[in-house]
Structures are given as structure tokens and as C-alpha cells.
């Protein structure tokens, strides 16, 4: 799809749509989306309803209606409105064709803005609104919603209010509903409960117009109240009301409604300019070290700064206790829970810009432990075997039968709950990239530790020893690569869950060495055996890891992936009965062939440091050809390693498929009638290691900070902010520098290598590096 | 189907078909099989051809046409024939209506005998011919076939001679014919070559006729040669043909040609009818030996010497180097090729009633121990993994998709070949119950033992040791029960696997004291390391044994069956979208559910003697609901438990499933125009098991023989004879009596037990045991 017939390029924050495309409004949805971790509202018209895919995501609202799939619950829409003036609609349904309406989103402070004007000479109004989901009071979506060219109106009438008759993807999740309007203090709510876990769900909405009231009327219905606020003659050039919407559950609260109230109330005391106000403030603090500038292309910069803000709106960086949905709050696709994708792809961004939220991330996997040891056992393992899909309790959110054949209309047994092990080690892998990172010890000895003595403990369950071969072995795993299931010594697997056990035993004999206190709490928190440590440092030392081959350098996905039949992702196209087919297990056209969903040996070398730029050549090469894309994950690697190859050509061609999934709409978002869109912020949090990991070619190792830059043709420079060691880094790089700049409140020197030469930088000083 | 639909019974041995019914062509040609081991011939009339299933199927002739399966070939028929009288045709073709033909067949002897006359009164025509495939001469098949009522006809036109346009199920198996015909010697005869092998198969025919030959044409085609004999005013009451089908393959002889016209013109210097006594005389000595005779119901009489018959001639019992095949000569289905059916239904009654037969199947064993050590190394493993299909070479027949999911039409890859590894064990067991019975060190040392150490070997490489439960399993198994592919510790496979351990290891060291020379010479030729046979007593001691539940008594299948859906198979039959649809993997109806395919944990009860009663009854109670008897392997094991537990009406009712599978075509033999059908051997072979280890209660162990009578009240009477230990017994079983006699020409004395009570028995010595 062409670039221009989706939005327009404004400056490298601002983007605007010029005229609705109704294909678009799936992903208008998605990409415009108001967030803050909290909540996010969808990027649709104050008209629209349910059928526009109108959603207002509220995180740690976990439900499952009646047998479905536990997800997030999408609270009652706020910002509802219609008006009609003089007896007519004055709304941009779908199909009408005398309304024009132009969006506008801001990336920097999530703002978005429409602009709906009359095609016809003789009704020249305007609605103008603009929202934004506020950064400072998380509950507080604030509106303020214009009609213009009303000065020769008689009468407006503006239908606003609460509706909770919301889009749900499974089943309805609130019930019990109640609601209520306060006429002297403008604020009205509804109060309901979700269907499963009975949380309450507080919508309240406080509002002010700048005309006079000449009448107001309440509809109330069983899941909405509406106000008809009828003004006549208003002898005004404009009727603007503001609007604050405040949302809270009694997982936030002990008394929801109270506090939406007492919310709703005191924003009153401000208008829309000065919430705003308090909202930018936030996110400028945000940006300052988040932000990364790119010059050469501003397209580019704005596409990096769209990955880069959906990538934060889309993580609960105001709790430890939350997960990263794989399509954050954009909709409730894949139950608002979190994969692997939180660790591995959302993770990094957070790690060396901000150390709290990356805390929390790692801080939930810590408070998930229970949910995670309870499906080691329920599975017959021991430790801690994390759910492949983790909503607030750890708890595998994952259904046994989620796909379908589409030939047979039976259901699939899809085995990503109990075969795809390597969210696990994953997982001690990031505390591990943490660790170096932020060089916080206690972290480690309060929580990390735990996780990785837990997950240890279920690699040691989930071993077999091949005492033929004399060698420890994973079988039966479903790799990165999904179209792959029951297979025998995954690499990617393999090479992790060695990993895990690395750490696990380095900062058991760390502990015991500097903080034997505190491993003795562990130890005996979770009876911990000596023999135990003596199994895992076996494991360690005699797991099978698939080596490259001598001759050809190849890596073997798995046992017997080169036995399989060698073709490409076109000849299967060819092979597929009904283009919905799902390509993996158990009989997909992928199956019996070495075409692969995403990049799985080559996951590996964006993890690691262990194989010679020949060997990661020759695999890039090999697997590439054979690489499906069908996962959104997989774009970004490839970019890293190409770009880390120095193939510069072709890492910019994977850096713009990962970094416009969701700005080009290149993914499907509904297939089948099944809804599957929402924003892949797995890539979004992928496009900052393109940049840094790939481009910049930064690697976090034991020994220290490594970069070997490689900077695209397409771009003059990049301009980022680290904090490593505790110090804030500035960044600088063009094609014949790399500048370097410690901050002068840093505490300490910093070492880096840059081409393997030892720099180390003062605070407050500058290295300049000739490339 | 009703039986008296099917046949007629006429005594013990011999069955009438008083008319053909034309729905049952093909089950007539399996049942009414004419063999001897070396060949088979079909029960079809003479002018019947490859539309009827007419087949001639030929051990040894291994062959596969053009990427299709391996299968046995099917001889050129020389039996062919068609008469035409006064210019019209006298032959009964599938819909004539005029003729009605009776079918007779004689179990003790393998005579077939058809009796076509015409139902028109002005045409008193007869055919009445006999064949039998010579138990004499394995290459021979005899055929007296005789027209009569001729007196009055003016020309009688006979058309015979040897048509090479036969029947195959996967491809055409011949090429490269050549023919002649000798008119002096009256032989005709047809070379071919196999496609693939290239193995040569000649077809010779000799015949007499009783009458002045007129004229005889010869009629030359690509695959076929013919005789067109005219007799005209023969004046007599019948003319009558005899003829002499002779079969070689070049793996026979090295010129099958000459020794196949050497054979022919050696028959016709014998009638029919002499050639006849030569046949039965050796049928007579093998009576002598195999017979059961059972008193109480006739049909059941006949049923179970069908039964003893088909076991006889689907066997090879003139090589060492051949296999039996699960369909024996009946057709191709099954590839001509055995299965574990070999070992663990077919044997049994050899073991005990022939005992060089018996070492001829288990030297088979011995002479494919390269290929099965071939598929071992193929798929990573070390030692014997016998082909799960193995034909004379003993490497995998078994094509990895064989199945197809009817409703996408997509080939299925099945695991049969990989994953169902218990066959290997179960030679094991079977070698250790032949050395019980026959007291035979010797078969030990010289062919035994090592297959034995290469199974073990073999299972020491597929082993996986779970350190965290300081266990050996068994991972990736497909258990008898073929719905339930990918499992875990599939009782029955860890508990053979573990025997066969057992076994290899007592050998070891049986050897080592007894014939140390015999053990270096196998030690030394598949360099056998003190290591391994410290592993094999390892891992016997840690291999995981599913036991039973201390309250329910219940084994469990497999890791994790008791979770699976609790249903039956009427349950699930309403499931299908298609009735033809494949009830196992990937996706079939039963594979999340406990319905089972086939005896699994059952089965185990039948093999060994583990289990106290209260388990063994528990587990029957609860198998057998959730069984669906999909194989024919099934019911016999259930009526062999079911006679055990003294449940005789139970037994009973499984008895007669299992005898009757073919008799009354209880199971499909085409099904999707596929062929499936053909003679279901090891039902077959599992008869001589119901009554012997079923309703005798004979249990052959380490410490004895042992009887547990339990005669069903249907019958009054069942007399068998064993050779046991070299002994020869007769036995015979009442309701209230149970008498055992001892030949006078044993060497010794023989142990056995009843009701845990010891006998000892002398040579010639009778003893009766009031029950």
C-alpha cells in the first residue's frame, strides 16, 4: 500500500492524515492511539461506536467471559458524542460523503487531534477535537471537542455521555451496571463489574461548555447514560466543551467510584490548556532520554519516534505488577498479556534509558513467580517455567486450541503453553542484560535470584540426559520459529537455557562470596539443594548446543531441520488450499519443509557473542532465504544482524518492514473475521535495537560496552542517550564520527570499546571517534 | 452380517458357500485361499481377473514400481481359463444370471473347489474344478478342472493359459515378458522381470486334457500366452483338464526358467489325484502336531482351524530369510511385510507346535539385524531398531506418509516408522519365550544373543535419563495403540523395553559362564564394551515403570492419558466429518480423548505376569470401554485377559471377534477404493493364544509352565498338542477335567503346574486332573 494513501508527513513528531480512508479505520485505531501505560483510547471519532473499533483499554482488568479467553476489559466509552444542529446530524458516520475529516497525531505528546468540516457551501460547521491520554494523572483522558460555524444555528443539541455497549473481542466483560449524574457539579459515571473477577470498572466524566445551558436531559439506558444538552440561538461562533474522562478499577482503588469522582471534580478546576500542560511536562521528561534524532530522512524519524512512543504508551511503567500486552493497550488481541516479545523485544529500549520502568518489567516476572512455578508442576517440571502468555497472576493465559484448520473447521492443539520453553531462560537472560547494564547487585539478591535459581531448577526438570551421547538434551520444543513444533534441540532453546544456567550459577557463587546473607534467605526460601547446584553446573557443562558446521558454517535450527525439505515461502503460497491456513503444526505447508515464521538461529547472534562474523554470515544467508517473516519479531533481528554485518543495504530494507508494520498497515488486521490487529509493539520496542544494537552495533557484554557502528547510507546521523552504569551517555554518530559524551553530574568514569579499542570518558567530557 | 450369508458349514473342516453372493467376491479370495507359504493363490474362479482381486502372490519377490511402496508381486495367472460351448460363452462373470456357482473349501488340506452350472435347462452344462497349492511342492498348484454335460456340444472352445495382467495394488510389478509354449510336451510358460529388481519370475504350465485334441492356437500377446483348444463332437460326458501351475523367481534358483519346465513336465507324469496324496501326506504330518480339536460347537470347530490354516500358510516355515506378512500372501496389502504381528501373534503357535518353523521366524530376525541396525543409525540411534514394515532385507518399508487427511486431501506423515519402537523389544521377549519353550541354548549362542545385545544397545541409545526424577524414560512413543502418536512412557513400550534389558543382560551372563567362547566370538563382532552392559543394568534398574494407581489400580497408557478427554468411541464416531476420516495424528477425533485404537495396557497383561488380579481386572474394566477394537490385533488379547479373569462369557464374546474378523468379512477390505482387505494373520495367529493362554490359563515362565483352566461353558471339549521342552504332550480340557499326556518317546520327565499345584509327568505317562 503506498505511503501517501495513509498519512502525510507533518515535521518528525507530527503526522496528519488529510482525509479519513474508511479501510483504515481498523488501523487509524491502532496507530492514533492515546496512551500511558494505564489506559489507552483508540484513535476513532467521538461518533464512532463499536463496529468503528471504538476501545478504551484499562490494564489489570484481566476477565474471561464464559469459557472465552481471559483478556484486558475495555471500559465504557467517555468521549461519546453526537450532535445535530438544527434538526440534522452533524456526524462523520461511515459512508457519509458530505463530511471531510482530517486527523492529526502528535507522537511527542500523544495527541490526537480531528478536524471534521461540511462539503456543502450552505452547512459550514466544524467539529474540532483534540484528546490525549494524560501522562500526569494516568486516569485522565482529557477532550476538548469544538462545533464551529454555529453563530447562525437555533438549536444544537449534543448527545454526550457514557456507553457501555463496547467492542469486545471475547465476550462481554462487565455486567451489573449502574450509573448516575451529579447536575450541579457536571460529572455523571457508570460503575460496572467485570463478568469473571467481579472488578469494578469506574467510567466518570466531568465536563464544562462555554455556553449557556438551556437544557439538559438524561437518557439513561441499561449500559450507558447520555446527556442531551440542547442550546439554542447560541449566537456563538463556537460551543466548546471540555471534557475529562477518568477511569479507575478497584484494582487501583479500595473505592473506584470515589476516586473518579474526587478525580473528575478536581480537574475541573482546569482547563484543557492546563492539564495539557502538566501532560507535556511529564512526557518531556520522558523524551529526554528517550528520544532518538535521525537526520536524513524524516520520514525515518518519525516512523523511529511512532516505534518509540508506542513502545512506552504500550508498557505499565507505573506498576511492577503488570505485564506488556504483545499489542500493549491498542486492543485486546492476544489477552493484553505478555510473551516473550516484553523481555527480549520491549525490554532493551527501557533498560539503558530507564532504569525504573525496566525494574518494574523485570519486577513483575519476579511477582509472577507462583503463576510461573505453578505451571512447572501442573506440567510435571519443577522451578519455574513462565507462561507463554502471562497476564497479571503469571498464570498460562494460553488456550490448549487457538487456531483452527480452516479446511475442517476442527480446532488445532497448538503446543506454545507447554513445548516453547525459551520465555524461561529468555527471561534470566534479560535480568542478566540488566545486570550489566545497570550494575545493581541488589536488584539481583531482592528478586533476580529468585527467578533465576526457579528457572534453573526447571531446566534441570526439563533436561534428558542422552547418556548414549553423554550429553544433556531439550526434546519436544516449539522454538522462535512457530512453524516448527515437537522438535528436538532447538539452538535458540538450547544455547539459552545454558545461558540461564550460567547466571543462575554465577550469581549463586557472586552471592554466597559478597551477600551470603541474602542467598541464604533464597536458599531457604526456596529449600534450595547443594546438589541442585552440583546438577546444574552438569547441565551447564554437557548440554547439547548445536555447533556450525564445519564446511558449511551452519547452525542446525534443529535435530534434523537440514533433512527436511528445502523450498521457500513462495512455493508454499502455491500449496496452501485456502490462503487462511495456518502454515505450522500440525500438518501446515511449512511443517515438512525448512521455511521458517521468523528469525530463530538468527535470534541467537542478536543475543550473543558467540560465533564468528563467517559463521553469522553464512547462517544469515541460509536462513534468510527461508525466513517466512510471518512473525512480527522477525524483521528487526535481521535488520540487527545485517547491520552488525555490515550489510548496510539490506539492514535498512528489514529496519522500514519492521519500523512501518503498523504505519503502512503491512499486517492484516482482521482475518477471517477474527480481529488480529492493534499495534505489534514487539516491533516498535525492536526498531531501538535496529538502531543502537544494529546501526550503532552496541553490544552490553562481562567485558563492557562494545560499538562498531555501521551507520545506513540513508541516514547523516543518529543521536541517542544511554544510561549504563548508572552515568547518562549522550550519543552522536555520522558516517565519519561517533561522538561520545559522559554527563557532567555522572558519578564515575565509563569505558567503552568502539572497533575494539578502550576508551574511557570522564564525566562531563567528549570523545570524538574518526570512523 | 448374518453367517449364513457368507457360508455354509459343513463339518469341522470344511466350509460351502451353497451360492456366490458377488458383494463377498473379495473376501472369497482372501478366505478361500489356496497356500503353502512360498505362494498363495486366491479363492477366484478361473475365468475371473484382476477386477475380481485375483491374485498368485509369490514370497520373495520384494518390488516396488516407480516411487510407490514395496510390496510382494503377483505371479502371472496360469490358471486362467474360459470355455465357450457351441459359440457361447460358459463362464460365470460378476452379474451373469444364468449360472450359479457353488464354492467349496477344505481347511485341513487348502482345496478350493468351485461347482458352476447352468440354470438353464436347455444348457446342462457343469465346471467343476479343484486346486490346491502343494504343502509338497511349495511351487506347484494343482488344478483338476473338468467340464461335463459336453455330450451332446458340437465345438468346445477352451482358452487357458498364463496371463500376466494381473492385479497390483501400488504399480506394475512386471516387465520385459517373454513366453512360449512347447506343443509337445505341453508346457507354456512366462518369464518376467520385476521393475525395480529385476528379479525374475517365470510361470510355467503343464496340463493333460482327456480328450482328441482337435486344434490347439496359440495366442501370443504382450503379457500373456494362450492356448485356444478346440475339442469338436467330443462325445463325451466331460472333458477334463489337469494342470500344473508351476512358480520360480530367480531368488529360488538361478535359472527359475529351467527348474520351473523341469517341475512341469516332472508333474505330468502324476494325476491330479496322485499329486493330491503327496500334498495331503504333509498336511497330515502338520495336523498332526498343529490341530485343535474342540467339542461343543461346530462352527466355532471350523472357525478355529480356519483360523490354525490361514496362521500355517501365511507363514514361511521353508526359509529362514523371509518375513510373515501382516496380510501373509493373502494380496499386497501390508506390503507383503512383517510387523510385530510376526512375533507377538503369529509365533506363538509355532513356538509350541514346530519348533523349526519357529526358529525360522526368529532366525529372520537375525538375518535382518542390518537392517534393522541401518534404521537405527538413520534416525541417530546405535544397536537394532527393526523396521517397523521389514521385508526380506529388514530395512523400513515404512513410507512416512501414508495416511491422508480425507477432508483436505493432504498426505499425513504418520510415525509409525520412527516412533512405534516397541517391536524391538517384543522380538526380544519373543526369543526369551522360545528359549523357555524349547530349552534351546544353542539358538541363544548362535542367532540369539546378538539380537538380543543390539536391542538392548539400541534401547540404551533411545533412553533419555531424567535427572531431576533420577529415571530412565521413554519419550516420543507410539504404544500399540496407534491413535496416541508423541507419547511419553507408554506403559507398555517401558515395560518390554525393560524386559528386553533383562533378557539381554541374564543372556550376557549366561553365556559368559556357560559358552565363554560363543559370547567373545559375538563380544568381538559387534564390539560390545563392558561399558554398555554396565548402562543396561543401569538403566533397567531407573527405567520408569508406570504402576498402579495404589486405589483405582490403574496403569496409566501414557504420561498425561488419564487427562485427556474420558469418552467413547460411539462418541466420537459422531464427531467425523467424514466417515473414512483417520481417527489418529495429528488431529483425528481420538487423539485428545482416551479412546483407544487397539489392547495397549491390555496387552502387557497378555505378555507377562506382573500384576496381581484386582490390577488386571481394574484395567480390563476400564480399557475395554474405551477401546475401539480399530485393529484386528485387539479382541483376542482382550478375550485372552477376559478367559484369564475368569470372565467367560466376556471371553468368549471376544473369542468370537477375533475368529470370525474374516469369516464373516466383519472388517472392510475396500474402503476409498483403496484395498485393505486380504487375511488378518495375526488374529489368526492370536486364536491359537486365546485357547491356549486364554482358556487353557497356560502361562509360560521362568520357573515353569503354568495352567489356570477356564473353558468357556460353550464349549465341551478342547484337545491340543505342545511341544514343550523338547516333549511332546497332549492335553485335554473339560468342564470338570483337565487331562495332560506325555509321549512315550520324550527323553524326560516335564513339570508343569495347575492351579499352582506341581505335576510331574513321565514319558507315556496319562495324567487327569479333576478341575
Chains 1, 2 share one sequence.
Not at 362 to 385: I, M, N, S, V, W
Not at 386 to 397: D, N, R, T, V
Request: net charge negative; glycine share 6%.
Amino acid at each position: 500500500m503506498a505511503e501517501q494513501s495513509l498519512f502525510k508527513l507533518k515535521d518528525g513528531w507530527n503526522l496528519e492524515i488529510p482525509e479519513i480512508d474508511e479501510n483504515q479505520i481498523v488501523n487509524y485505531g491502532s496507530n492514533l492511539l492515546c496512551g500511558n501505560g494505564y489506559l489507552a483510547y483508540r484513535g476513532t471519532l467521538e461518533e464512532w461506536g463499536k463496529d468503528q473499533y471504538k476501545a478504551c483499554i484499562v490494564s489489570d482488568t484481566y476477565d474471561m467471559a464464559d469459557g472465552k479467553w481471559r483478556e484486558l476489559s475495555n471500559a465504557p466509552d467517555g468521549l461519546y458524542s453526537r450532535i445535530s444542529i438544527d434538526g440534522q446530524d452533524f456526524a462523520h458516520d461511515p459512508g457519509s460523503l458530505d463530511l471531510k475529516t482530517e486527523l492529526n497525531f502528535n507522537y511527542r505528546y500523544g495527541i490526537f487531534e480531528r478536524q471534521t468540516q461540511s462539503n456543502r457551501e450552505e452547512r459550514n460547521y466544524q467539529i474540532l477535537s483534540a484528546r490525549f491520554a494524560s501522562y500526569d494523572n494516568l486516569h485522565l483522558i482529557a477532550n476538548q471537542y469544538t462545533v464551529s460555524g454555529t453563530e447562525k444555528a437555533e438549536v444544537l443539541k449534543f448527545k454526550i455521555g457514557i456507553d457501555g455497549d463496547v467492542w469486545d473481542l471475547n465476550g462481554t466483560h462487565l455486567k451489573n451496571f449502574s450509573s448516575d449524574y451529579d447536575s450541579e457539579k457536571n460529572i455523571l459515571y457508570i460503575k460496572a463489574e467485570t463478568v469473571e473477577e467481579e472488578i469494578e470498572v469506574v467510567t466518570a466524566l466531568s465536563f464544562k461548555i462555554n455556553s449557556q445551558l438551556q437544557n439538559i436531559a438524561v437518557e439513561e439506558k441499561e449500559k450507558a447514560i447520555f446527556l442531551i444538552i440542547e442550546v439554542n440561538n447560541p449566537d456563538q461562533k463556537e460551543i466548546r466543551i471540555e471534557r475529562n474522562l477518568i477511569i479507575y478499577s478497584s484494582n487501583d482503588r479500595k473505592d473506584p467510584l470515589k476516586q473518579a469522582l474526587e478525580d473528575a471534580e478536581n480537574c475541573l478546576e482546569f482547563s484543557y490548556e492546563e492539564l495539557l500542560k502538566k501532560h507535556k511536562a511529564k512526557w518531556d521528561q520522558r523524551w529526554e532520554r528517550a528520544d532518538i534524532k535521525l537526520k536524513g530522512n524524516l520520514m525515518d524519524q518519525l516512523a523511529v519516534r511512532f516505534n518509540l512512543y508506542h513502545n512506552i504508551i504500550a508498557t505499565p511503567t507505573h506498576s511492577e505488577y503488570l505485564p506488556i500486552g504483545a499489542r500493549g493497550l491498542s486492543c485486546q488481541a492476544y489477552q493484553g498479556a505478555a510473551f516473550w516479545d516484553q523481555e527480549i523485544f520491549n525490554l532493551p529500549m527501557f533498560m539503558y534509558t530507564d532504569l525504573e520502568s525496566a525494574k518494574n518489567i523485570l519486577k513483575y516476572r519476579y511477582h509472577t513467580l507462583d503463576g510461573a512455578r505453578e505451571k512447572a508442576a501442573d506440567l510435571g517440571y519443577d522451578g519455574a517455567f513462565y507462561a507463554w502468555i502471562s497476564g497479571k497472576s503469571g498464570k498460562e493465559l494460553c488456550p490448549s486450541f487457538f487456531f483452527k484448520d480452516v479446511i475442517s473447521g476442527r480446532k488445532i492443539r497448538n503446543h506454545f503453553n507447554d513445548w516453547q520453553i525459551h520465555v524461561s531462560p529468555d527471561i534470566s537472560y534479560s535480568i542478566w542484560k540488566y545486570y550489566l547494564a545497570a550494575d545493581d547487585i541488589d536488584f539481583i539478591s531482592k528478586y533476580g535470584a529468585e527467578i533465576l535459581f526457579e528457572i534453573a531448577r526447571f531446566i534441570h526438570s526439563r533436561v534428558h540426559f542422552n547418556s548414549y551421547k553423554d550429553q544433556y538434551e531439550l526434546i519436544r520444543l516449539l522454538g522462535p520459529d512457530e512453524y516448527h513444533e515437537n522438535v528436538d534441540n532447538n539452538a535458540f532453546s538450547n544455547y539459552q537455557s545454558q545461558f540461564a544456567l550460567k547466571i543462575a550459577l554465577y550469581f549463586y557463587f557472586k552471592l554466597q562470596n559478597e551477600k551470603p546473607q541474602e542467598l541464604k534467605k533464597i536458599v531457604d526460601k526456596i529449600d534450595l539443594k547443594e546438589n541442585e547446584i552440583t546438577a546444574w553446573q552438569e547441565i551447564k557443562e554437557k548440554i547439547y548446543l548445536p555447533k556450525p558446521d564445519s564446511e558449511s558454517k551452519l547452525i542446525e535450527q534443529f535435530d534434523g531441520y537440514f533433512d527436511l525439505e528445502d523450498t521457500t515461502a513462495e512455493v508454499l503460497e502455491d500449496r496452501l488450499i485456502d490462503k487462511s491456513e495456518y502454515w505450522g503444526w500440525p500438518n501446515g505447508v511449512a511443517v515438512f519443509t525448512q521455511v521458517i515464521k521468523q528469525a530463530d538461529v538468527i535470534q541467537l547472534f542478536t543475543l550473543h557473542d558467540l560465533f564468528s562474523e563467517d559463521v553469522i554470515a553464512a547462517n544469515y544467508d541460509y536462513y534468510e532465504k527461508r525466513t517466512q517473516h510471518g512473525s512480527s519479531l522477525s524483521p528487526s533481528q535481521y535488520a540487527i544482524v545485517a547491520a552488525r554485518l555490515g550489510r548496510s543495504e539490506e539492514a535498512y530494507r528489514y529496519f522500514k518492514k519492521s519500523a512501518y508494520i503498523d504505519l503502512k498497515s503491512s499486517n492484516k488486521a482482521v482475518s477471517g473475521g477474527t480481529f488480529i490487529g492493534g499495534v505489534h509493539t514487539a516491533a516498535a520496542g525492536g526498531i531501538w535495537q535496529v538502531l543502537i544494537n544494529g546501526f550503532a552495533g552496541m553490544k552490553l557484554k562481562k567485558e563492557g560496552l562494545f560499538f562498531k557502528p555501521n551507520l545506513t547510507e540513508e541516514w547523516e546521523e543518529l543521536e541517542w542517550k544511554l544510561i549504563y552504569k548508572q552515568a547518562k551517555l549522550k550519543l552522536k554518530l555520522t558516517q565519519s564520527e561517533f561522538e561520545v559524551n559522559s554527563d557532567k553530574a555522572n558519578a564515575k568514569e565509563i569505558e567503552f570499546k568502539v572497533f575494539n579499542k578502550k576508551y574511557n570518558i570522564e564525566p562531563g567530557e567528549k570523545i570524538k571517534i574518526s570512523l
